[in-house]
C-alpha cells in the first residue's frame, strides 16, 4: 500500500519561501509509471494543481504559479520537494502530494495534506 | 488553460440516484477523473477512465461521458455519500500535460 506523507514549516512569514517535503512509502518513487505531484486547497475552496515531477527530474508546473514554483525529487530518499517563493496570504492553504497516472492523469494516492499559513 | 464547470451544490433523497456532472472542453479529448473528498480529509478516488472504480469504492458510483461533459452517478445514495465531488482531467488548451480540477460539487444526502 503506497503512503504520502507531507512535512514542513506550517507558518511562512509574507515574501519567504514555503518549503515541503513528501516522503513515499509501500512504493518506490523511480517507477516509470506516475508522475509525483503537488496540489493545494485554500479553506473552503475548490483544489488547484501547483505541479509535478517525473523520477527523471523532468517537471510540469501551472502556468499561474511557474514563476515562483520549483519541484525536485530526492530518489535515494524516495521523497519529492515543493518550493514557493514570494509568498502572500493567497498561498495560505492545504498543502497535499499525490501519485499521478503517467497516462491515466488521475491521482490515485494522496497524502493526508499539511495545513500552511502565511502571515507575519 | 482549460476550465471545467460543476454545480457549486447537488442534493438527493437517502436510497435516490443522484448525478453530477463537469463541463470542459478537455473532457472532449481525456476522461474525466472524480475524487470524494469529506471535511478534514484528503480526497479520494473514485472513478477514473472510461468508467473504473479502484478496490474499496462501491459499485453504486458509476461515471460516464458524452462529448464535453463527463457525469458521476450515485445510485442508491447512502448517508455516508455526503461530502464534495471533484472532477479533474488533463489539460487540452496548449499545455496537453497540465492538470484542471473543477470547482467542486457539494452533494448533500437528504
Known amino acids: 500500500q503506497v503512503q504520502l506523507q507531507e512535512s514542513g514549516p506550517g507558518l511562512v512569514k509574507p515574501s519567504q519561501t514555503l518549503s515541503l517535503t513528501c516522503t513515499v512509502s509501500g512504493g518506490s518513487i523511480s517507477s516509470g509509471s506516475y508522475y509525483w505531484s503537488w496540489i493545494r486547497q485554500p479553506a473552503g475552496k475548490g483544489l488547484e494543481w501547483i505541479g509535478r515531477i517525473y523520477t527523471s527530474g523532468s517537471t510540469n508546473y501551472n502556468p499561474s504559479l511557474k514563476s515562483r514554483v520549483t519541484i525536485s525529487v530526492d530518489t535515494s530518499k524516495n521523497q519529492f520537494s515543493l518550493k514557493l517563493s514570494s509568498v502572500t496570504a493567497a498561498d495560505t492553504a492545504v498543502y497535499y502530494c499525490?501519485?499521478?497516472?503517467?497516462?491515466?492523469?488521475?491521482?490515485?494516492?494522496w497524502g493526508q495534506g499539511t495545513l500552511v499559513t502565511v502571515s507575519s | 488553460s482549460s476550465e471545467l464547470t460543476q454545480d457549486p451544490a447537488v442534493s438527493v433523497a437517502l436510497g435516490q440516484t443522484v448525478r453530477i456532472t463537469c463541463q470542459g472542453d478537455s473532457l472532449r479529448s481525456y476522461y474525466a477523473s472524480w475524487y470524494q473528498q469529506k471535511p478534514g480529509q484528503a480526497p479520494v478516488l473514485v472513478i477514473y477512465?472510461?468508467?473504473n472504480r479502484p478496490s474499496g469504492i462501491p459499485d453504486r458510483f458509476s461515471g460516464s461521458s458524452s462529448g464535453n461533459t463527463a457525469s458521476l452517478t450515485i445510485t442508491g445514495a447512502q448517508a455516508e455519500d455526503e461530502a464534495d465531488y471533484y472532477c479533474?482531467?488533463?489539460?487540452?488548451?496548449?499545455?496537453?500535460?497540465?492538470?484542471?480540477f473543477g470547482g467542486g460539487t457539494k452533494l448533500t444526502v437528504l
Open positions: 477512465g472510461k468508467n
Open positions: 479533474n482531467s488533463r489539460d487540452s488548451s496548449g499545455n496537453h500535460l497540465g492538470v484542471v
Open positions: 499525490a501519485r499521478e497516472g503517467l497516462l491515466s492523469g488521475y491521482f490515485d494516492y
